[in-house]
């Protein structure tokens, strides 16, 4: 049955053909479906949206539409850092090849140009803003964005305003705390759209969809200009994707659903259990490590747990180690603190 579904419904959870998404709006709506309302979309069980009913086999019930991001999130999250590899990796090559040429000049036609300098960089991308006339889409890790930074592109953006260029900007959820972007976006107005997600992936800015701007080092002072064709529609269908799970900015923050457990200590309790250190759950949150572990000691104590070791239990005992089922979380038993609703 599951290869029947996906030979006749070539699609994943991001796009569902059109008979799947009212049957599974249904389920969300109702809460279970017949199982005779999926016999023409076994699209939905190949793709673990509906699964049976353990107290009724006849009846469907549908995976939560937030288990359903996180899981496409994640999915998307390790397919871009794996392809950033292989970009560095084609870029090395490219270097070693083009080095055989000797005398070959890199014009300005490059598919790919390495800029070495923030002068050298930003002048690349003035230079592409005077010719940008369509759209521009960026995205901005990193937690709440420092004034200097929103102050060191504004220029452009307002000449990309003047020339009726519209802007479609990701941000990490902590940004929206910062005063300073709150500024930027009523500055620009309707030229700018703005949203969210709990991780986004390095800094990327496309002009017009056909060249793009990426750091090339940790630091930022190396960028690489694409203009390849397959390379910057690759990182238009990165940005897009991320786009339709982002949250936008004029829209509130999902509940997690489980009292005294914050929306960011939900991430962060997800990461734990995947094992990454606080630096790294920092670097991918965009806050700082000492406020990733002031959230880790409130996990701890809202938990009651007493170690690192017993925080890793505690959280898969609640289910915050990875996507939530909206059944479980009802009725989350705490140690030591009795049965915790979000209702």
């Known amino acids: 049955m599951a290869g029947?579904?996906?030979?006749?419904?070539?699609?994943?959870?991001?796009?569902?053909?059109?008979a799947g998404d009212r049957v599974y709006s249904r389920a969300v709506r109702r809460g279970?479906?017949?199982?005779?309302?999926?016999?023409?979309?076994?699209?939905?069980l190949d793709l673990a949206l509906l699964h049976p009913d353990p107290d009724d086999m006849d009846w469907l019930v549908p995976t939560s539409p937030q288990e359903v991001m996180t899981r496409l999130l994640r999915g998307l999250y390790e397919d871009v850092s794996a392809s950033q590899r292989r970009v560095g990796t084609a870029v090395a090559a490219y270097e070693w090849y083009a080095g055989l040429g000797g005398s070959a000049p890199s014009g300005e036609g490059s598919a790919i140009r390495v800029l070495e300098g923030l002068?050298?960089?930003?002048?690349?991308?003035?230079?592409?803003?005077?010719?940008c006339t369509r759209e521009v889409l960026?995205?901005?890790?990193?937690?709440?964005?420092?004034?200097d930074e929103l102050a060191e592109g504004l220029h452009r953006a307002l000449t990309l305003r003047g020339r009726g260029v519209h802007m479609r900007d990701l941000y990490t959820h902590v940004a929206r705390h910062g005063q300073g972007l709150l500024n930027y976006l009523e500055l620009m107005g309707e030229a700018v759209e703005a949203r969210s997600l709990d991780e986004v992936i390095d800094r990327l800015i496309l002009f017009d969809r056909t060249v793009a701007f990426i750091p090339a080092?940790?630091?930022r002072t190396v960028a690489l200009e694409l203009r390849h064709p397959a390379l910057v529609g690759y990182l238009v269908t990165v940005f897009e994707r991320l786009w339709r799970l982002a949250i936008p900015l004029t829209a509130p923050l999902p509940d997690t659903r489980i009292e005294g457990i914050s929306h960011r200590e939900q991430s962060i309790a997800a990461?734990?259990?995947e094992g990454h250190q606080d630096a790294v759950i920092a670097e991918r949150?965009?806050?700082?490590?000492?406020?990733?572990?002031?959230?880790?000691?409130?996990l701890s104590e809202t938990l009651g747990a007493a170690s690192r070791t017993q925080l890793g239990v505690r959280i898969a005992q609640v289910g915050l180690d990875g996507p939530q089922e909206p059944a479980d979380l009802t009725q989350v038993t705490v140690p030591g603190q009795g049965s915790r609703t979000g209702r």
């Open 4 to 18: 029947t579904g996906t030979e006749e419904h070539p699609h994943g959870a991001d796009r569902l053909c059109e």
């Open 271 to 273: 990461l734990l259990a």
């Open 217 to 219: 080092n940790t630091d």
């Open 285 to 298: 949150l965009g806050i700082s490590v000492r406020t990733c572990r002031a959230h880790i000691a409130r």
């Open 119 to 131: 002068s050298r960089i930003q002048a690349a991308m003035d230079e592409a803003t005077e010719a």
């Open 138 to 147: 960026t995205v901005q890790p990193g937690g709440i964005r420092r004034e």
């Open 32 to 44: 279970r479906v017949p199982r005779r309302d999926a016999d023409q979309v076994p699209c939905l």
